[in-house]
């Protein structure tokens, strides 16, 4: 079956840096984009970024640019988010998921559909103190 894992996820200070990692099985990892998502109860999700299949063509949200970077090994089949320079405003649970599936609407609510199915992990929680 397919699986997506996301961990790396804690409670860090404000300032600090943390890597999300996603640990795929059950589909051809190397011929999907992939995406990072987050939701904060109440306000709804956002997209993050998304890597292509082969990791050269990449997308941030502008909340996160030049302070996230994704990445991927598909000998691996794993997708990673590195966050530096974290904000209280980061501070979310993050979703990883097949495809590169990115939405500007102001509740990100064109992802609710995606939870629950094998295109969407379990999520990692971050909390980020000030």
């Known amino acids: 079956e397919v699986q997506l894992v996301e961990s790396g996820g804690g409670s860090v200070q404000a300032g600090t840096s943390l890597r999300l990692s996603c640990v795929t099985s059950g589909f051809p990892f190397s011929t999907y984009s992939m995406t990072w998502v987050r939701q904060v109860p109440g306000k709804g999700f956002e997209w993050v970024s998304s890597i292509n299949s082969m990791g050269r063509n990449i997308g941030y949200a502008d909340p996160v640019k030049g302070r996230f970077i994704v990445s991927r090994d598909n000998a691996k089949n794993t997708v990673y988010l590195r966050m530096d320079s974290l904000k209280p405003e980061d501070a979310a649970r993050y979703y990883c998921?097949?495809?590169?599936?990115?939405?500007?609407?102001?509740?990100?609510?064109?992802?609710?559909?995606?939870?629950?199915?094998?295109?969407w992990g379990q999520g990692t929680q971050v909390t980020v103190s000030s």
């Open positions: 998921a097949r495809g590169w599936i990115e939405y500007h609407s102001d509740d990100g609510k064109e992802y609710k559909s995606l939870i629950g199915s094998d295109s």
